[in-house]
């Protein structure tokens, strides 16, 4: 069966949680980050649920995409998207899928108005970044934090 990619589904949720766990063992910086995906899947499935896009190959989800419509760019006041994060199984990475979910987040978006489309990666992103860069997405600010 090929890859697939669609919305998300109910039962899709357990899936999606273990999967996030399995990425962020390589982070450990990332201390609260399943707290956050968890509320940004909850949010978005109230909110904007035709914006949560999986990875599904043979039944089973393999990544996802958040992906959502925030309003006026700050500084250019065009329509704006963003994609709130992409997750790919580790056993998945350098197969496509990743590439796969970001087009079709990308084409809602455009769907939905968006002009402009960003993506905020933590610092600690390394080479994933590439697979934004390879897409044309180009760093446009820095965003510094101090806790």
């Known amino acids: 069966m090929p890859l697939v990619v669609r919305r998300v589904k109910v039962s899709d949720l357990p899936v999606l949680e273990t999967l996030e766990l399995e990425t962020t063992k390589r982070f450990p910086a990332r201390t609260r980050w399943i707290e956050t995906f968890r509320m940004m899947l909850e949010s978005s499935l109230s ?3 035709e914006g949560l896009l999986v ?8 990544g996802v995409a958040v992906a959502r419509v925030v309003g006026p760019h700050p500084l250019t006041g065009q329509p704006l998207g963003r994609v709130l994060t992409l997750s790919v199984a580790p056993g998945w990475k350098s197969q496509g899928i990743g590439e796969r979910l970001l087009k079709e987040a990308e084409a809602y978006l455009k769907s939905r108005g968006c002009q402009v489309i960003a993506i905020s990666l933590p610092s600690d992103a390394g ?3 590439e697979l934004f860069k390879q897409a044309g997405f180009k760093v446009s ?3 510094l934090e101090k806790s």
Do not use: C, K, L, V
């Open 47 to 49: 909110e904007e649920p």
């Open 127 to 129: 080479a994933e970044g």
């Open 55 to 62: 990875a599904d190959y043979d039944g089973r989800a393999i």
């Open 141 to 143: 600010a820095w965003e």
